[in-house]
């Protein structure tokens, strides 16, 4: 999942929440964040890139996790959603917040805070008015912290309908909902009224998303599978590059070789006639029958289990009803949480039978990762990357995306370096053995600018034109560097590769 930038917060649609003051906790079990083992790497979501390996300083503009879901937090001195003020709990809660929220299921004593780990005092008002799971914290600091990553979860589903054609795709209803109808003949509808005066730049459309899918209680899982706040990466904000020990390595590499086997069998489904929620069932069932967590799964609110991302979305498309046609182009974004690390990738594949402009921007953009990689090396800029990419993308005339980058992982899906992938960027540091990181180029025919969906995670071209993507999780050792996420014999067989690539 791809990390977003900092400074791309003002170009979303802006949303305003009342500010209210916190309820008073009364007595529910607490639900908040479990903390998970905190590396020395800085926490980094994949939607909001900073494109820097120490501390950096953003350069670009941002997107959701949401998340290459990669990361997706918004700045709060950038956003124009109200922070709410908490205050202080006690046992008597009044009438309205005993109506959002029962005194008998609204948190109470042994609750701790989601961002430090601290006894909490404080319950986020605006959930319980939504009845979501309660949110505590121990002090308005931590809330006012945690608050631009936090209200991203503060989202009304719309209802749903199950009104499909016999195709299996899904008619547009209410709220300004129109019929789109691509090359294939089919429709292609939308459900949520936030997209009623929406202006979509191409061809692709929403389509009902189907319930989250559940993971077993046995499986280990990130400490925001339940709250949807990654406190731990909040916690990391800032620290240098991690360098892992051999044992973190060996954890790094299990964690990688799951998601690429369950990326290569998500891989084998891909034809024209299925959904992309099709695509998602078959990665949530492999990543948990190895007993694994898919990742994005409510990383930042993200409500799906992997990221697909069909023709001009660039990335963090949410699977959803809509059907894949014969010539279209899917990004299919895969990483697994397994024994306490992340490992993240993703391709890009045809759907049956593509153009010769698709041909040539999956080549080219498979070709800007692997010549990336190949400079990788300590004593390497994190820099040179995106100069590298740059450089030949423009061989090709296409454009490279700025507004999402590769990033750090290991025990955080997202932390330091943040990896900008376009030339002459401001990313500082150099690439240090034991680091992790990853390398996600997207690549456009047309425009490098995006224009961020009303559902606050997929992105896609300005212009409509399509784009692609590849990434891997690399390791940088003493003397070059190893692809984690290496593709194997069982991987999908592109058609410029030979049989060694």
Request: charged fraction near 20%.
């Amino acid at each position: 999942m791809t990390k977003k930038k900092a400074n791309n917060a003002a170009a979303k649609k802006k949303k305003s929440t009342p500010a209210s003051s916190a309820t008073p906790v009364t007595t529910k079990p607490d639900v908040s964040v479990a903390s998970e083992p905190i590396t020395a790497s800085p926490p980094a979501t994949k939607t909001t890139a900073e494109p820097t390996t120490t501390a950096t300083t953003s350069t670009s503009t941002s997107t959701t996790p949401t998340p290459s879901v990669k990361d997706t937090s918004v700045d709060a001195s950038t956003s124009s959603e109200t922070t709410p003020t908490a205050t202080a709990t006690s046992a008597s809660a009044s009438t309205t917040s005993a109506a959002a929220v029962s005194s008998s299921s609204s948190g109470g004593s042994g609750s701790v805070c989601q961002v430090c780990g601290k006894p909490s005092v404080l319950r986020c008002p605006r959930c319980s008015t939504l009845r979501l799971p309660d949110a505590h914290f121990c002090g308005q600091a931590c809330f006012r912290a945690a608050w631009p990553i936090h209200k991203q979860l503060h989202v009304e589903r719309p209802a749903e309908d199950d009104d499909d054609d016999a195709h299996g795709h899904a008619h547009a209803h209410g709220g300004g909902g129109e019929e789109h109808h691509c090359d294939c003949g089919h429709e292609h509808g939308f459900y949520d009224p936030r997209f009623a005066h929406f202006e979509f730049t191409g061809g692709v459309r929403p389509g009902k998303v189907s319930p989250r899918r559940l993971v077993p209680k046995e499986i280990p899982r990130p400490d925001y599978a339940e709250t949807g706040l990654p406190a731990s990466e909040v916690r990391m904000r800032g620290n240098m590059p991690e360098r892992k020990t051999p044992e973190m390595i060996e954890g790094m590499r299990a964690a990688c070789r799951v998601a690429r086997e369950v990326l290569d069998t998500a891989a084998k489904i891909i034809r024209p006639g299925i959904t992309t929620d099709e695509i998602d069932r078959v990665v949530h069932e492999a990543t948990i029958a190895r007993g694994a967590y898919p990742s994005p799964l409510n990383y930042r609110g993200f409500p799906k289990s992997v990221c697909t991302s069909v023709n001009e979305i660039i990335c963090h498309g949410i699977p959803d009803s809509r059907v894949l046609c014969d010539g279209d182009i899917v990004n299919v974004d895969v990483t697994c949480y397994y024994k306490g690390y992340h490992g993240d990738l993703n391709e890009t594949y045809p759907v049956g039978n593509i153009d010769e402009d698709s041909k040539r921007l999956i080549k080219t953009t498979y070709e800007c990762l692997q010549l990336a990689i190949s400079a990788c090396k300590p004593g390497v800029h994190i820099s040179d990357v995106g100069d590298i990419i740059s450089k030949h993308a423009d061989t090709e005339n296409l454009s490279v995306v700025r507004s999402y980058c590769g990033h750090g992982i290991g025990k955080l899906f997202h932390g330091n370096p943040s990896v900008p992938h376009y030339a002459h960027n401001k990313a500082s540091g150099v690439m240090k053995s034991g680091n992790t990181f990853t390398i996600e180029p997207m690549i456009n025919l047309g425009t490098y600018h995006d224009v961020l969906w009303p559902d606050d995670w997929t992105s896609s071209t300005r212009d409509g034109k399509r784009s692609a993507q590849f990434e891997h999780t690399l390791l940088i050792t003493s003397s070059g560097c190893e692809v984690l996420t290496a593709r194997t014999a069982d991987s999908f067989p592109y058609w410029f590769l030979t049989n060694s690539s």
